[in-house]
Structures are given as structure tokens and as C-alpha cells.
């Protein structure tokens, strides 16, 4: 039995180390969430489909404090079912990195699409303050479907205190 965990270590060995590094360093980078020093924040919003408009109301779902905004939005037309979505406004004076949908920089004032424009989807990201050296950081989880011509919508996040 014992050689038989030997052999598998020793087969495994880059493997086991591989994990280690890994499992190690998300432990380092969560370790201001995990050590009480992160906020955890939950908005959910249903709302009821209006038309399809350039400038699409959006309504605020949950603010993150020194980031901006998690929006939402949900259109229906004779044409096309009801559809949901969320947005994210920059609602600070510097530019911001946003990590959901592969977005990337957002200016001050402007807004993006950042997940689940459908019938329904999820989707986990950050948004940080700064790409080389973030001073703000919150990683985000949203969620959303439709039933008839409502929209229902689910953000949760844990952020860092400022």
C-alpha cells in the first residue's frame, strides 16, 4: 500500500506541485476578503419589460462604493421576446478596469453591457479601480432569466473596504 502512494506521488509530483502554487495563491489574493476586511453585498430587482429604445432605461441594481454602478435593463417588441441584461457605470472620476464579458477600461460616466443579455444567464468578474496597481477591487456575480415580460435579476459581491 505504501508503495503504491509513493509510485503515485512520484507520477503525479509536477501535478501535486502545479495544485500547491495554485491553490496557494488564490489563498494569498482572497486573504483580504477572507480575513473580515471584504463587504458582501446582495441586490436583486425584477422589473417589467418596456420597449426597445436607443437609450434603453436602466435601473440601479447595486452600488459599489468607489466603482459605480451594477444596472439592469429588460425590452420586449412585437418582433423580439423579452430580453434582460445588466450594465455597469463608471460612476467615478478615473478610469476603471471591469473583468466581466471581457470588457475591459470604462472611462468616467460611461456605461457597458456586463452580462446575461437574453432570455437568461450568468456571469463572475472584478472591477477594479486601477489594472497595474488596484486600490479598489470587487468581484461580482450576476445572475438573470425572464418569465412572460418580466425581468428578474441577481447581482451579488464582495468588495473591498476603501
Known amino acids: 500500500m505504501l508503495r503504491s502512494l509513493f509510485t503515485h506521488i512520484r507520477a503525479h509530483f509536477v501535478g501535486y506541485i502545479a495544485l500547491f502554487v495554485a491553490l496557494g495563491g488564490t489563498a494569498y ?3 483580504p476578503f477572507l480575513s473580515g476586511s471584504g463587504t458582501a453585498k ?3 430587482l425584477s422589473m417589467q419589460a418596456g420597449p426597445v429604445v436607443p437609450d434603453t432605461p436602466m435601473q440601479t441594481v447595486l452600488s459599489i462604493d468607489g466603482l459605480g454602478d451594477v444596472l439592469m435593463y429588460c425590452t ?3 418582433l423580439n421576446p423579452t430580453l434582460g441584461g445588466f450594465a ?3 460612476t ?3 478610469r476603471i478596469f ?3 464579458s471581457s470588457r ?3 472611462q468616467p460616466g ?3 453591457i456586463i452580462g446575461w443579455p437574453g432570455t437568461g444567464g450568468t456571469a463572475i468578474g472584478s472591477i477594479t479601480s486601477d489594472f497595474d496597481k488596484p486600490d479598489r477591487t470587487a468581484i461580482v456575480a450576476l445572475s438573470g432569466h425572464t418569465e412572460g415580460t418580466t425581468c428578474f435579476g441577481n447581482v451579488q459581491l464582495i468588495e473591498q473596504p476603501q
Do not use: I, M, Q
Request: charged share 20%; glycine share 12%; aromatic share 8%.
Open 88 to 90: 455597469f457605470k463608471n
Open 76 to 78: 420586449a417588441d412585437d
Open 92 to 94: 467615478t472620476t478615473a
Open 104 to 106: 475591459g477600461s470604462l
Open 98 to 100: 471591469v473583468g466581466l
Open 29 to 31: 489574493a482572497a486573504a
Open 42 to 44: 446582495f441586490g436583486r
Open 110 to 112: 460611461e456605461t457597458a
